[in-house]
């Protein structure tokens, strides 16, 4: 079974930044697949946030995060990474790490904006 964990998350003010990680295990594949970052809000839907393809090359972002979130991972490592700047209130959610196309989730980490 495939386990997601995620961290990093933590208090922030405006504008400031946060680097998060997701480390797969049991996950032999984990090169072979892509991987992505959801949110969720408090009262709000789950949302996509960021993509990279399985050798890192290709990534796609939700068009209100592009530049100001980097997703990145480390395949020798089973790690994917979340680089957010210039954080926003708006941004203040429970990020999850997700293996596109399979049921994998990890935990979340929250993360929260605010002064």
């Known amino acids: 079974q495939v386990h997601l964990v995620e961290s990093g998350g933590g208090l922030v003010q405006p504008g400031g930044s946060l680097r998060l990680s997701c480390t797969a295990s049991?996950?032999?594949?984990?090169?072979?697949?892509?991987m992505s970052w959801y949110r969720q809000a408090p009262g709000k839907e789950r949302e996509l946030v960021a993509t990279?393809?399985?050798?890192?090359?290709?990534?796609s972002y939700a068009n209100s995060l592009k530049g100001r979130f980097t997703i990145s991972r480390d395949n020798d490592k089973n790690m994917v990474f979340l680089q957010m700047n210039s954080l926003k209130s708006d941004d203040t959610a429970v990020y999850y790490c997700?293996?596109?196309?399979?049921?994998?989730w990890g935990q979340g980490t929250q993360v929260t904006v605010s002064s």
């Open positions: 997700h293996v596109v196309g399979n049921e994998y």
């Open positions: 049991r996950f032999t594949t984990f090169s072979m697949h892509s």
């Open positions: 990279i393809n399985s050798n890192g090359r290709t990534t």
